[in-house]
């Protein structure tokens, strides 16, 4: 397999594994082909080599810098702004880990310490508030994992995970 294709295998493949964790499959494509690139790319390079719209490419080269996977930078003498992502794989873990937890764990905890407040004595009640305390129970446990794996360092990580 010649390089060319192997990075068109990678950005197609980092894609589809985007999609598949609920990231918009442009924007992994987007971030794959910064993590693979050895010199910042310019948004006019990043929709010609993915053949994207310059607005699919602004949008989603803006959540990617929300998200902290990719940077802007600027080369001296030249006016356009040129993006570059994150190459420490634990570090995009930990990035992808937090902003997942802000943006998907926290709102159900929340959602479930409002619900959980439900009035009523009766047995469906009951059963109800139940349920929302043991899904609470296990959002709470995720949140505290994630909390965990975001402040460890990668080798510590992975000795605790092998014992």
Same mark, same amino acid.
Request: proline content about 3%; aromatic content about 8%.
């Given at each position: 397999?010649?390089?060319?294709?192997?990075k068109? *295998?990678f950005i197609?493949?980092w =894609?589809?594994? =985007?999609?598949s964790? =609920?990231i918009? &499959?442009?924007m %992994?494509?987007?971030?794959?082909l910064l993590?693979i690139s050895?010199k910042?790319?310019s948004?006019d390079?990043?929709m010609?080599?993915?053949m994207i719209? &310059?607005?699919? %490419?602004n949008m989603?080269?803006r959540?990617?810098i929300a998200w902290?996977l990719?940077y802007?930078s600027f080369i001296?003498?030249d006016? +356009?702004?040129?993006?570059?992502?994150?190459?420490s794989m634990?570090?995009?873990? +930990? +990035?992808?880990?937090?902003? *997942?937890?802000? &943006?998907?764990?926290?709102?159900? $905890?929340r959602m479930?310490d409002?619900?959980? %407040?439900v009035?009523?004595?009766d047995?469906e009640?009951k059963?109800? *508030?139940?349920?929302?305390?043991? $899904?609470? +129970?296990? %959002?709470?446990?995720a949140e505290?994992?994630l909390?965990? $794996?975001t *402040?460890?360092?990668?080798?510590v990580?992975?000795k605790?995970?092998?014992?």
């Open positions: 397999m010649e390089l060319e294709e192997a068109q *295998r197609q493949g =894609g589809q594994l =985007g999609a964790w =609920g918009n &499959r442009t %992994a494509q987007i971030q794959a993590l050895t910042p790319l948004t390079e990043i010609e080599k993915l719209s &310059r607005g699919n %490419a989603n080269i959540d990617l902290g990719v802007k001296p003498g006016r +356009k702004e040129y993006y570059y992502s994150e190459k634990w570090e995009l873990a +930990k +990035k992808v880990s937090r902003e *997942r937890k802000k &943006r998907e764990l926290e709102p159900l $905890v479930l409002e619900v959980k %407040a009035k009523g004595n047995d009640t059963a109800f *508030r139940a349920l929302a305390e043991d $899904v609470r +129970k296990m %959002a709470g446990r505290s994992m909390d965990m $794996v *402040r460890l360092e990668e080798n990580f992975f605790w995970l092998t014992k």
